[in-house]
């Protein structure tokens, strides 16, 4: 029986990896084909079953008939990277404080409170898009990465408290009252005591904010339009009449390498034990 429940584990964990590993494959095989590659049958092992070339690659750096993607991409890092930390900030703030205070004003409670924080990104994005247009076009931040992340940061804030609140809440009170029975102030409690605690949650929360800010395409699309431009527009602006798949392929890797970069990075922070000992 040991021996069978192993079996079928290694079984279903390889079946696994190979539906998730599988589309990044085709997709490598595929920047590296012509039209001709593409359109004359499926095709996996290069020089054997099709002659590799690197004119998707060549595309996607101002190569003939593609578009340069550096300044797209630096641009994306900035405005997701600037709002994920912004949002990261003010949420963690926002978290703390409806976790450890109780906040009363007429029917409205914290948990009222919460979800408002969460109700923003239940609404359509078309229901926002015409009022940050409007917002941006009266501060005269149309087009431009200031203006990309102010509105980032109230899409993104939401997700951070939704994350950390609930994080907060599992964080044992005795820890605060034990900092401040050591001399600190509520706020030196949080910072010298509950913060360190919660990096694991923080840095969930940080994910969340980056993966949804820098897959965002509809509101990069609405609120951009040349002096700014991030790399899902910039890739959507690939296609033409014919489909480059080749290129749509390598902007595909390039689009998501960043974000399997910061997974293997923060993997092991992604544990809740960090609070063994916290007490005395």
Request: proline share 6%; hydrophobic share 55%; glycine share 8%.
């Amino acid at each position: 029986m040991p021996a069978l429940y192993r079996t079928l584990k290694y079984a279903a964990i390889f079946a696994w990896s190979a539906f998730v590993v599988a589309p990044f494959l085709w997709a490598l095989t595929t920047s590296f084909k012509t039209a001709n590659g593409v359109t004359g049958g499926p095709t996996y092992i290069p020089w054997l079953q099709y002659e590799p070339s690197t004119e998707g690659w060549r595309n996607l750096f101002g190569g003939a008939g593609g578009i340069d993607v550096v300044g797209p991409y630096w641009d994306s890092v900035i405005v997701t990277f600037g709002a994920s930390a912004i949002s990261l900030i003010l949420g963690t703030l926002a978290a703390y404080g409806l976790s450890r205070f109780q906040y009363r004003w007429g029917f409205v409670r914290n948990g009222d409170l919460t979800f408002f924080f969460i109700s923003q990104r239940i609404m359509p994005p078309i229901v926002l898009a015409i009022p940050f247009f409007l917002m941006l076009q009266f501060l005269n931040l149309l087009d431009s990465k200031i203006g990309l992340i102010i509105v980032y940061v109230a899409l993104l804030m939401p997700i951070a408290v939704w994350v950390l609140i609930d994080f907060f809440n599992n964080i044992p009170r005795a820890i605060d009252e034990m900092a401040m029975l050591d001399g600190c102030t509520p706020f030196g409690a949080f910072f010298r005591v509950v913060l360190p605690n919660s990096l694991p949650g923080l840095v969930v929360a940080g994910m969340f904010c980056v993966i949804f800010g820098w897959n965002d395409f509809f509101f990069a699309f609405t609120l951009t339009f040349t002096d700014t431009q991030i790399l899902p527009v910039a890739v959507v602006a690939l296609n033409s009449s014919v489909t480059p798949w080749w290129s749509l392929s390598a902007s595909a890797l390039i689009s998501v390498a960043p974000l399997v970069l910061i997974a293997f990075l923060v993997e092991r922070y992604l544990s809740r034990g960090s609070l063994a000992g916290a007490i005395r």
